[in-house]
Nanobody
Framework: VQLQASGGGLVQAGGSLRLSCTASGLTFEDYTMGWFRQAPGKEREFVAYVLWNKIGTRIRDSVEGRFTISRDNSKNTIYLQMNSLKSEDTAIYFC??????????????????WGQGTLVTVSS
């Protein structure tokens, strides 16, 4: 299984980025997919997930209204649209895949596979 995250970069505060994560080696539509991030010197934290059935999503409170998660099962890809970026959004962003039907998807333990991460830097 491989999860390939991309789309990170340097952006000014208030700007936008769209991250992508493409999966291979698994039956994508069976997996709940999530985004986590790790800022310098901090623990990795949950950002968002989209359920395997595409019906449900959840977004971290601090990015609610600015970030949107979506998935395209025909492309084995999830997206994280990030708008109105702030300096505190600077982090390495990781995508992850969970096969659990009733997992606690806001926690790292629910995920079986992880991507390598893509760096987002927001300059103020």
């Amino acid at each position: 299984v491989q999860l390939q995250a991309s789309g990170g970069g340097l952006v000014q505060a208030g700007g936008s980025l769209r991250l992508s994560c493409t999966a291979s080696g698994l039956t994508f539509e069976d997996y709940t997919m999530g985004w986590f991030r790790q800022a310098p010197g901090k623990e990795r934290e949950f950002v968002a997930y989209v359920l395997w059935n595409k019906i449900g999503t959840r977004i971290r409170d601090s990015v609610e209204g600015r970030f949107t998660i979506s998935r395209d099962n025909s492309k084995n890809t999830i997206y994280l649209q990030m708008n109105s970026l702030k300096s505190e959004d600077t982090a390495i962003y990781f995508c992850a895949a969970s096969h659990y039907r009733h997992g606690v998807y806001g926690t790292e333990d629910a995920y079986d596979f992880w991507g390598q991460g893509t760096l987002v830097t927001v300059s103020s």
